[in-house]
């Protein structure tokens, strides 16, 4: 059974009409706002924003009224949140949170937008690219542009900063991995073995090895030292579409699994590889030993598109070609299926974990391919299995544009109560909540 999750859409500038009321500006601000859930009539409607006074006198507010039906109901936070509900479709309160920090890539300009970006681990630089080989840096205060990276001849599917900040790896459709230099913009290293375009990338530790995903069904593990390939993961005759590299602190290794890896694997041990395949299962794999831990299928072999491996509850998020999010138990090999959820039939583009103070374990990030970004939580029974799917977090500035890519980073801000999430769609700007 697959739980059907409604949800609420609500204009990507609604921001404008909030601060306009508040300071007074003349005339009415407006802006639309629908709910939807898979099976039931949508309902569309309008938000009006008026400046009220709370009760004390002390504070400007805002007051939200629909006017078409009650049946959506608005509240009004601050300038860049709001909690939206509906009854009649049963959506329960939810907040949706308006972009903070926007950095414009001018330099990309084709329609399909940013294909790949990430936000180095301090926040103070971004890097993306699109469908011309190219990318670029920006520094995110500001967004000025710093340097550009030349090099591949193709679409440039996946690109990450080390953990310096001032190192970058890019992976291509021209199936080849760089390295640059996020100063300067000179590339030392460049990476091929591939026989289909690379789609996804992952970092080990520091950086001296890196792993790579594609198209031709493998999983290499490089050494950047060498540009060479240490290690390839056959994993399908059809595309890896997406890889999570996790740290495992309890690790399970024994003792004869501790042997000397050589000079060209490096900090390995404790990590948990995991790769969605468009065969329709999600892999995962002990990247010190090379063994597979296991393997996950979808029912009717549907796509995995996006995964990611919540090790704090030892649960695998897939998502599916359908717009189907399966959550799987590694705990429990003879039943692994725990829950499944979806909003509509859109497939699913990115999934990350995101770490809340409110919450014990990691939430969910889902982007699809139809502009949705949310955040959801797998409420767990005392049995340990999951009740229901709570939405903690609408993340609005998408119109309909599919989501490329989530990066989840250390928040600037000391007292947040949950990282920074970033997402690009097929525009020319990458959001940070």
């Not at 009415?28 to 898979?38: D, G, L």
């Not at 039931?40 to 006198?57: L, R």
């Not at 509240?75 to 949140?81: K, N």
Request: aromatic share 6%; glycine share 8%.
């Amino acid at each position: 059974m697959v739980e059907l999750l409604g949800y609420i859409s609500v204009q990507a500038d609604w921001t404008v009409d909030i601060k306009n009321a508040l300071n007074g500006v003349e005339g009415k601000h407006k802006f639309w706002v629908s709910a939807y859930k898979q099976g039931s009539p949508s309902i569309h409607d309008t938000i009006e924003a008026s400046k009220t006074m709370a009760p004390d006198g002390s504070t400007a507010l805002v007051e939200l009224q629909t006017t078409e039906s009650k049946d959506i109901s608005a509240e009004y936070i601050d300038t860049h949140r709001l909690r939206l509900s509906s009854s009649r479709l049963g959506v329960l309160p939810a907040m949706h949170t308006a972009a903070q920090k926007t950095v414009t890539c001018s330099q990309i300009v084709r329609k399909t937008g940013i294909r790949s970006f990430d936000v180095s681990p301090y926040g103070g630089l971004l890097v993306a690219g699109g469908d011309e080989g190219v990318m670029n840096v920006y520094e995110i205060n500001g967004a000025v542009h710093r340097v550009k990276l030349e090099g591949h001849f193709g679409d440039i599917t996946s690109c990450r900063f080390f953990p310096s900040g001032q190192v970058i790896i890019s992976g291509a459709t021209d199936m080849r991995l760089k390295v640059w230099s996020a100063s300067d913009g000179t590339n030392p290293v460049t990476m091929a073995g591939h026989t289909a375009a690379i789609t996804d990338t992952a970092i080990v530790g520091k950086g001296k090895n890196v792993l790579s995903s594609s198209k031709d069904g493998t999983v290499c593990m490089w050494h950047c030292g060498t540009a060479s390939v240490v290690h390839k993961f056959a994993l399908s005759k059809l595309s890896i579409n997406q890889i999570d590299l996790v740290s495992v602190e309890d690790s399970t290794q024994s003792a004869e699994d501790e042997t000397d890896l050589g000079n060209d694997q490096f900090e390995t041990q404790g990590k948990v590889l995991v790769a969605a395949c468009e065969d329709g299962r999600a892999v995962l794999i002990d990247l010190h030993t090379k063994r597979t831990i296991a393997e996950y299928s979808t029912n009717d072999n549907l796509p995995v598109r996006a995964v990611a491996y919540d090790a704090a509850s030892n649960r695998v998020y897939a998502g599916l070609s359908n717009g189907t999010v399966q959550i799987w138990s590694c705990s429990s090999p003879e039943d692994p299926l725990l829950h499944s959820f979806k909003r509509n039939d859109s497939p699913i583009s990115f999934i990350r974990l995101v770490t809340y103070k409110t919450h014990d374990v990691p939430c969910v990030c889902v982007g699809t391919e139809d502009g949705q970004l949310f955040v959801v939580s797998a409420n767990e029974s005392a049995k340990k299995t999951i009740d229901h799917i709570e939405v903690i977090e609408e993340l609005v500035g998408f119109d309909v544009d599919p989501i490329s890519q989530i990066r989840v980073v250390l928040s600037s801000t000391a007292d947040t109560s949950r990282q920074s999430i970033w997402a690009a769609g097929c525009g020319n700007t990458a959001l940070g909540f």
